[in-house]
Every structure is written in C-alpha cells, then in structure tokens.
C-alpha cells in the first residue's frame, strides 16, 4: 500500500468515526410566540427574544399582585400574609375563591376579591405614591380604584417587569425586609408545579438540581387578544436569574391554557435552570 493511499484511508477512517460519535445537538424550546426575558442577577446580563414586544406596555393582570401584596403589608392595611380575609358569600367562578383566604392563599390563588378589598383600604392616593416608589409601570391607578390593573389605565411593560422584579430580588425596593421575605415567600412553588386559579399545573418536573421557582401567573381576557404572564426567579446551582414571559394572543379563541406560562418554563428549561 503507498503512502498517499495510507493518508487517504485514514482520514477517510477519521472522518467516518467522528461522525458516527458526534454527540447530539440539544433540544432547542420551542420559539416564544411573546416576549421572554431572562436576567443574571449576578451579572446583570438579560437575555430578550423580541425588542418590539417585550417594550410594548401591557395590562399587569393579576402580576400586580406581587407590588401590591407588598404595598399592603408596608402600609398596615394587611398585618401579615397569615391574616384571614373572610368571605362574604358571593359566589365566584373559582371555586377556590369561595371561602376565606390569607394573603398567601390569595395569592397562589389569584384570588381578586381580596385584593380589590385591599385596593379600597390603601385608596388611590396611596396606591399611586407607592407605584411611583417602585417606578412600576406608567404609575395609573385612576378610574375604579378595584379593576385599574385589569380594565384599569395601569400598564407596564415586559421590560419594566423585569427591572421591578430585579430590583425585589436585590432587596432594592423601598419596603422592610421582613415584607419583602413574606411576600417572597409567598410565591415560592412546590418542585413541579406552578400554583395558579387551577391549583396546581405540573409542568413536567421535579426541577433540574432542585431549583427553586418562585412565580406569579396573570391573565387579562380581552377581546383584542388575551395578555397572560408569568414573572419570577429562580434559584439554581447556576446562580439567580430573575424572569418575564408576556404572551399577547390573537384575538377571537381564548387559549384554553397560559402560554405565558408553558412558553416561560420552555425556554426556562432550554436555558438549563429547570
């Protein structure tokens, strides 16, 4: 056998055996029909899908009730996230909704009543001062002081989520630690399910490395397309990131589930914290 025929068998033989042990590429998330952002709380670097959505302001839903959760214990209206609420009677389409509620029950719950009752008390004047404070949104709680984050004036967008949830998670909002931990806590979920008005959705865990997420769910029906949300962090061996998924559907059909929130834990999971 010449030389130039060894040399040629074996980079044939080369080229054949890398091929037959190259490693799989991974699996990418399905592309995210909204906006997702991801941010290092570490580094500060964010990760943003789409520029032109995730700028574009948006009803907060029912995300709002982290702020305001926050808002009601800094004022007094709301002692602490074990208080009982109670139920006045009326029946609501959750069934969940139907019995009394703590703060931590409301909020895993989505439960509205109670925050519209806790909008009343801390009243416009104050629950504006505060939004201003936490530089959330565009500061508007005119009209019906218990629907301004729903059919309401107030917006924000998936941008300025992202910077009022980094801000919570640095301990930068001008609020006391123990309402901060308490309200922290109570969005904290179990290793394989997001708590929403539906209890729990298991979303194909338990997580990678025992990460924690902590999260809240929003939907605001519109027959312009619904908006739904689901904002967060999570704590993993890779650090903590803080997270906004914002999902604006085409009008007609409302989506049977939140593709904010299976689109959130998608691109979560490609990103390797889930």
């Given amino acids: 056998m010449t030389r130039h025929l060894r040399s040629t068998l074996l980079v044939l033989l080369t080229l054949t055996t890398t091929g037959a042990f190259a490693a799989s590429p991974k699996p990418s998330a399905p592309a995210h ?7 290092d709380l570490e ?16 009803p907060p839903a029912s995300t709002f009730k982290v702020p305001h959760a926050l808002i009601a214990l800094e004022t007094g209206v709301v002692t602490s996230v074990d208080q009982v609420h109670t139920w006045d009677g009326t029946k609501h389409r959750i069934a969940m909704w139907n019995q009394d509620q703590t703060l931590d029950t409301a909020m895993r719950r989505s439960a509205v009543w109670v925050f519209q009752g806790t909008a009343r ?8 001062d505060w939004l201003g404070r936490f530089h959330y949104g565009n500061h508007d709680a005119s009209g019906d002081i218990t629907l301004f984050w ?12 992202l910077d009022f949830m980094a801000r919570m998670y640095r301990g930068q909002l001008p609020v006391r630690p123990e309402v901060l931990e308490a309200v922290k806590g109570t969005l904290i979920h179990g ?32 027959k312009d397309g619904d908006v739904t949300w689901l904002v967060g962090h999570i704590a993993s061996p890779q650090g903590r990131h803080v997270f906004v998924s914002a999902v604006k559907s085409p009008a007609g059909k409302a989506p ?3 593709p904010a929130l299976a689109s959130a834990i998608d691109a979560l999971k490609a990103n390797g914290l889930l």
């Fill in 43 to 58: 580094t500060g670097n964010v990760t943003r899908n789409d520029a032109k959505k995730c700028a574009k302001r948006l």
């Fill in 256 to 258: 049977s589930a939140n």
């Fill in 121 to 128: 008390k801390i009243g416009r004047e104050r629950m504006e």
């Fill in 191 to 222: 290793p394989d399910t997001v708590a929403s008005v539906r209890d729990g959705i298991n979303l194909g865990g338990p997580w990678k490395d025992g990460a924690v997420l902590s999260a809240k769910t929003g939907w605001y029906p519109s």
């Fill in 33 to 39: 029909p909204g906006c997702f952002l991801l941010m």
């Fill in 150 to 161: 729903l059919d309401g004036p107030l917006r924000i967008s998936p941008d300025e989520q």
